[in-house]
């Protein structure tokens, strides 16, 4: 685990312990001096900043984000640079990410799962009509739930900048992708320019699968298997092999919104939530199944 940076460092800032190390951050818990408030510090690492432009990206995404106002959503308050150390200053949420639950209990039960879809789908739906934002870098690790059963968002807006660093700092980039390769999107895998809100869809539905199972989308397989896996002819079970309690009107939102082809995907937050709606009154969904082959997972429409 890391030590705690110099005491002078961090301006305002009393850094009290190591809360958790990731590759591209360490986190630290800290109390801010003028506020006398309890914060969370993310200081990233000098492999994602290696540039000014590196920088100045990092800070601008960084102080974009201190413009989010949702319950489901980590608040940002500040950022800085000094010594050449880059970070920003957090909420602290009292509770525990989503990898470490798994890590415990090996999977969710479904009520707790439509929780975690419905927040997210919430927050995520805010982000991209009102900043037009993607995350980029959906994950157990990047989910969260507080003291008061919460569910929060970490990192939105920021991952995408810290990848893109990490790719173009590459030493050959043209062979890099970002995010994380078991709940990565086919669209940021062929890295497409315009990503939007259809690759965040997918790495959530990735996520869920996860989450309700217990088991990745491909496991067993290397990164680079895996990403393949992803756009290739390849296709994970249906969830309700792993999990009889998955509800079929679930397995089949899955089903879309792992569609390989984002065309394919539920085209907006706003008809995910409708569905999600549909599915707690037990009515159809607008999602149909997708063809063998159209999707990451399997849907087996006669169950």
Not at 169 to 175: C, K, L, M, R, V
Request: a negative charge; glycine letters at 6%.
């Amino acid at each position: 685990m890391a030590d705690l940076p110099p005491a002078d460092i961090f301006p305002n800032l009393v850094l009290e312990a190591v809360l958790g190390e990731g590759g591209t951050a360490t986190v630290y818990r800290a109390r801010q001096l003028s506020t006398g408030r309890e914060v969370a510090v993310k200081v990233l690492k000098e492999d994602f900043v290696r540039t000014a432009e590196d920088v100045e990206r990092f800070h601008n995404e960084a102080k974009a984000c201190a413009r989010f106002q949702h319950r489901n959503i980590v608040r940002v308050y500040d950022t800085g640079e000094k010594a050449g150390f880059s970070y920003f200053v957090m909420e602290w949420v009292r509770g525990y990410t989503f990898a470490s639950y798994l890590a415990r209990k090996g999977h969710l039960d479904v009520d707790d799962g439509l929780i975690i879809l419905e927040s997210v789908t919430d927050a995520l739906q805010y982000a991209w009509q009102r900043f037009r934002v993607v995350h980029c870098d959906l994950k157990p690790d990047n989910l969260m739930v507080d003291a008061d059963g919460t569910v929060k968002v970490m990192d939105l807006g920021i991952s995408r900048s810290v990848l893109t660093a990490a790719k173009e700092g590459a030493a050959d980039s043209a062979g890099e992708i970002m995010g994380t390769p078991a709940y990565m999107s086919p669209d940021q895998i062929y890295d497409l320019p315009d990503l939007d809100c259809r690759a965040d869809i997918y790495s959530l539905g990735a996520t869920l699968y996860h989450l309700l199972t217990g088991h990745i989308l491909f496991p067993g397989k290397t990164d680079q298997q895996v990403v393949d896996a992803h756009i290739g002819p390849n296709f994970a079970r249906d969830p309700r092999v792993l999990m009889p309690a998955i509800p079929r009107p679930l397995a089949l939102m899955l089903n879309r919104m792992l569609a390989k082809d984002r065309t394919l995907r539920y085209p907006n937050w706003e008809t995910l939530a409708a569905d999600i709606a549909h599915l707690y009154a037990g009515e159809p969904l607008l999602a149909t199944p997708l063809k063998p082959g159209e999707s990451s997972v399997s849907f087996t429409a006669e169950w």
